[in-house]
């Protein structure tokens, strides 16, 4: 299994006649993702077509779900925008709803956050790479990509990935990969401070996925999701999870291309979320290199193979 | 975005939280014409910059103090001269310190007591949240660390917004008397909205003070917004001082490069936040030290990555360059491409390593090779970061 998502899951992407929203959506149907609906208001009834397959575009996210039994969406929709996408794909009761957009305004996503409160729907991002279940054929396809991230580098296996930033995350699963161990889920739940699904809540899902044997969990300065996490594991979680912090060197108070990586107090820092990893149990990495290694290594202390 | 204390002031007085009456001058042409409009000293003279710990700084001159108490007009004449076109060092500045281009004067205020106040986003809740503490006039960080039981906080609900009853807690455990209370009510609501109202990141009140005849007053303002929601506010946009920012960072910003610049030698150029900030991080674990935090996003072209080696050689104390890709989507022979292209344009005269992977890596590996420059390879993050450590070293 995965998490999340699996290889059959069918998904609209909101934005798909946009260039940034059109170029993915290209490549998660070369992939083998079941993108199954466009959503862009007034171009409606049109066609994406790319390499022989024909995705329909509705005018709204109900419409598109109704039609096409599409149960996820991606939204490429432009900052301004973006927290109203959000709240269609809630209306329109989505499972899931994986927002890439950066920029969004802090006061929307505080909003949106507001109003998502008891819904049914999960929201990942914004500001994400977006989530992968790998597939089983030549360079991972045949999976599931909801997203920017490179598929290629993916491979099925048994690995949990969770991170703010998309190319920690490549980095991480490529280093895997390289290895021979492959992942069951990478999610990128991305680098604003106001976002949908915390750390916590995906390492709670890697916990329960009998097919996740391991965990890698990257995280950055500024707030204290990771902490929260770190706790959680301490008490609840028996896998090997090994762990990155970035931002050791990062000047504080300064916004260091993440709106949510800043630091603002003694507790947010690198060396204090760092310290209470090790406190929990979480395998370090002392640099981003040692990612992979540092999962063979707690693998190893509790008697798990990876691959 | 950051705004000056004046302009915040002046935002304050628009959405009715009361400040010491304060005139600003920007050259010294008009400091008379300033003082003239504030009543009788005493007058307390303000640096203008983009930094905390003012009054505690010290001017490159030897001047002390960038907020100073003025007896008579004359002496705040004085103090303005000796401010003005002067650098100022405060914690908060480095040793660079700022240039003062604008002078504050205000009415002195006469303070019973000194609090503390500001509206913030509160992480763990994603929502806003107001903080106030009976300790006004020092660093809150220490209140919070030594006296945690004098912050009260009350997080506010987006969809209802501020309660009264919210106010009323935050009066009554700040322990105002009934005439001060009224007045800080109405200052907390007139806080918040403008908080809320302008998209603002942070708004903190340093001290806040009531004065024997129990007015509230905001004496200090600090005030940051929201860079994402600019977009909605030309009002604000229009407040920005090109002077308080890095021209470096001015520049990157032109090509949507996210770029910031630190005190190290070794310069990035990275893709993606995450990996530029784990490369600073694996440069100081090898025992070097960053020049700059520069992310040149995940649609790198070839002008940005130009663009980008323009900016970091800009910076003086640059002795070596490390550029760190991972390209997931992004093409790694574009990257080449830039780079290549940028040494010809710019020329090369520091130690260079490159770390590529990802995609179309091969390709992108055989461009550096053939270009036929001085440029060494590293093959996974912490090879390159050690070599370019030894470079520079």
Redesign the interface.
């Known amino acids: 299994m995965s998490i999340l998502i699996t290889p059959e899951t069918k998904i609209m992407i909101q934005g798909i006649t946009g260039a940034?929203g059109g170029k993915?959506a290209q490549?998660s149907l070369d992939y083998g993702t079941q993108v199954v609906a466009g959503v862009t208001p007034g171009k409606g009834g049109q066609f994406f077509e790319h390499g022989g397959k024909k995705v329909p575009i509705f005018n709204t996210v109900a419409e598109a779900a109704a039609a096409t039994g599409a149960t996820v969406s991606t939204i490429f929709v432009p900052?301004?925008f973006a927290g109203d996408a959000i709240l269609e794909c809630v209306d329109a009761g989505l499972d899931l709803a994986v927002c890439i957009t950066e920029?969004?305004?802090?006061?929307d996503?505080?909003?949106v956050?507001?109003?998502m409160t008891g819904a049914k729907t999960r929201l990942v991002g914004p500001n994400c790479p977006g989530v992968v279940t790998p597939g089983t054929a030549e360079g991972s396809k045949g999976g599931c990509r909801i997203g920017?991230?490179?598929g290629?580098?993916h491979k099925k296996g048994h690995v949990g990935v969770v991170?703010?930033?998309?190319?920690?995350?490549?980095?991480a699963v490529?280093q895997l990969t390289s290895k021979g161990i492959g992942q069951s889920t990478s999610v990128g739940i991305g680098?604003d401070?106001?976002n949908g699904t915390s750390h916590l809540d995906v390492i709670k899902l890697f916990n329960e996925d009998p097919d996740t044997h391991a965990i890698i969990l990257?995280g950055?300065?500024?707030?204290?999701?990771e902490v929260e996490a770190a706790r959680w594991i301490k008490a609840n979680c028996k896998k090997p999870v090994a762990g990155?912090i970035?931002?050791?060197?990062?000047?504080a108070?300064?916004?260091?291309?993440?709106?949510?990586?800043i630091v603002g107090?003694?507790e947010d820092t690198?060396a204090a979320k760092i310290a209470v990893f090790k406190e929990c149990g979480i395998e370090v990495a002392?640099?981003?290199?040692?990612m992979a290694d540092a999962l063979l290594r707690a693998a190893k202390t509790k008697g798990v193979t990876l691959s | 975005m950051n705004i000056h204390e004046y302009q915040a002031k002046a935002l304050f007085e628009k959405f009715g939280v009361p400040v010491p009456k304060g005139v600003a001058a920007k050259s010294p042409a008009d400091f008379e014409a300033a003082l003239a409009q504030l009543p009788d000293a005493p007058v307390v003279v303000k640096s203008q910059i983009h930094a905390g710990g003012r009054g505690k700084g010290t001017f490159t001159d030897g001047f002390k103090g960038g907020v100073k108490f003025a007896k008579t007009k004359a002496e705040a004449l004085d103090y303005a001269t000796k401010m003005f076109n002067n650098t100022l060092v405060t914690i908060q500045t480095g040793p660079a310190g700022r240039k003062v281009q604008t002078v504050y004067f205000t009415q002195a205020s006469d303070i019973k007591k000194e609090y503390y106040l500001a509206s913030l986003l509160d992480r763990a809740t994603s929502r806003p949240v107001i903080v106030a503490s009976t300790e006004g006039g020092v660093e809150i960080e220490k209140v919070a660390h030594d006296t945690p039981e004098k912050i009260f906080k009350v997080v506010v609900d987006p969809a209802y917004g501020l309660a009264d009853f919210q106010v009323r807690e935050l009066v009554f455990k700040l322990g105002f008397n009934a005439a001060e209370g009224k007045n800080a009510a109405k200052l907390i609501r007139s806080l918040y909205t403008f908080f809320w109202e302008t998209d603002a990141a942070m708004v903190e009140v340093n001290p806040l003070i009531t004065t024997p005849d129990d007015q509230v007053l905001a004496l200090d303002a600090k005030v940051s917004f929201d860079s994402n929601s600019l977009f909605r506010h030309p009002e604000i946009v229009a407040l920005r001082d090109l002077n308080e920012e890095d021209p470096k960072e001015i520049e990157a910003s032109k090509y949507d490069l996210a770029y910031i610049a630190l005190d190290g030698h070794i310069a990035c150029l990275v893709n993606g936040a995450g990996l530029a900030m784990s490369t600073m991080d694996i440069i100081k674990h090898y025992g070097g030290n960053p020049a700059n935090f520069l992310d040149v996003g995940g649609g790198a072209s070839k002008e940005k990555v130009v663009a980008a080696f323009k900016i970091i050689l800009g910076d003086a104390n640059v002795k070596g360059i490390f550029v760190n890709i991972f390209g997931g989507i992004m093409d790694c022979n574009v990257i080449a491409e830039g780079i290549v292209e940028a040494v010809k344009e710019v020329g090369l005269k520091l130690p260079l390593v490159v770390r590529l992977e990802g995609n179309n890596v091969a390709a992108g590996k055989a461009t550096l090779a053939a270009s036929g420059l001085a440029l060494v390879s590293g093959d996974t993050m912490a090879d390159a970061a050690q070599k370019i450590v030894k470079l520079v070293a």
Request: proline share 11%.
């Open positions: 940034f993915h490549l900052p301004p920029g969004i305004p802090i006061k996503m505080i909003r956050k507001r109003a920017i991230a490179p290629y580098i991170s703010r930033s998309g190319t920690l995350t490549y980095e490529f680098g401070p106001v990257i950055e300065i500024g707030g204290n999701a990155f970035a931002g050791a060197t990062a000047p108070g300064r916004r260091m291309g993440h709106a949510g990586a107090g003694a690198a002392e640099t981003p290199s040692d």
